[in-house]
């Protein structure tokens, strides 16, 4: 089984920042979550944990970061189709959330796009054509 990768995000509103996480495909998981924090499922290996800012400071003795006004990390999601990736764009938009905060990146073999949720922390879903890119990067290897 692969390991699980948990994701802690401060955030500013649980209830809001829940609600939006929802609205884009995840799933509260209840045992873990209360007022400071909720445990938001995307997959068996993916849970975003979006904790109260206060509480998320109890965590680490640096500043935390404001996502609005300072980049701390870009949140690559790989999905099944290009389909896929502008479905979540749309309902990330429709949620709340900004989307296309940057131009879509289409390379032919890699399709990008991002949005951001309520509090600012950057998405980045894509489809990438595994045999094409192969067939990109042999094509740029030198001979």
Do not use: W
Request: charged share 20%.
């Amino acid at each position: 089984m692969p390991n699980a990768v948990f994701v802690n995000l401060p955030v500013a509103d649980v209830p809001r920042a829940t609600a939006f996480y929802e609205a884009i495909g995840c799933t509260k998981n209840e045992q873990f979550s209360g007022p400071t924090a909720s445990a938001m499922v995307l997959s068996e290996t993916l849970t975003f944990m979006l904790l109260h800012r206060d509480f998320f400071q109890t965590f680490t003795p640096r500043t935390v970061a404001d996502a609005t006004a300072t980049t701390e990390v870009l949140i690559a999601l790989p999905l099944d189709d290009r389909a896929a990736v502008d479905a979540l764009v749309e309902k990330a938009a429709a949620a709340g959330g900004t989307g296309d905060i940057r131009p879509v990146q289409d390379m032919g073999f890699m399709y990008g796009r991002s949005f951001t949720d309520p509090d600012g922390h950057i998405f980045e879903p894509f489809h990438m054509d595994m045999a094409a890119a192969a067939a990109a990067m042999a094509q740029a290897e030198p001979a």
